[in-house]
């Protein structure tokens, strides 16, 4: 499960970055999914198949559980499923044309879901890179550089989302973070495998 989990993230990444240079203009990375969009049916596919290879990479990664820290007793895989399910919502009830934001004029309920979801998604996968941190030393070498990507493209992106200037950057600063995360998800299920195979040799 690990190792297929981690394929389909990979395959998933492939098809945001792909639908990302299709896409004509700037936008947020839900921007590709939304109503009306030609990247809207490749890009929702590609966050369904995050949903499925991270719940396939919870169910081989409930083992590992930090020691460290308030996060220590809660099993990465029930962190990972949680993240899973809110990916899986996000890409079923994709944002409205133009993807406004929650709440703005012109904005739709299901662009409250889509967003609320996706956002306690991405939050939700940042608590899961930080709980490997104390998981060993060859998963820390792979959370730290990780987080530390994620954190500063998130909050700059997310900071220029909320002034409302300058999507063209935000737009690829928060690609460039949520391919942070899911590169640490395939690596941490690809380690893991490879872990338990030596164990058994």
Known sequence: MRLSGAC????????????RITFAGDT?????????????????????MVAAGGALSAVGLWG????????????????????SAMFAVAASVPCSTGCPLPL?????????IHTSAAVLGFALAGIAILQTLGI???????????????????VTGGLLSLAGSTTALGGWLELIAASAALF???????LTQFQAMDQRA
Do not use: C, K
């Open 64 to 83: 590992l559980t930090s020691w460290r820290g308030r996060l220590g007793g809660l099993p990465l895989g029930a962190t990972l499923l949680i993240t």
């Open 104 to 112: 703005s004029q012109g904005a739709e309920i299901q662009d409250l």
């Open 8 to 19: 389909l993230v990979l395959l998933a990444l492939g098809m945001m970055w792909s639908a």
């Open 28 to 48: 947020y990375v839900s921007g590709l999914g939304a109503h009306g969009e030609i990247t809207a049916s490749a890009f929702n596919t590609s966050l369904g």
């Open 136 to 154: 060993g030393r060859r998963y820390t070498l792979i959370a730290a550089p990780s987080i530390v990507l994620v954190i500063l493209a998130s």
């Open 184 to 190: 640490w998800l395939a690596s941490v299920a690809v």
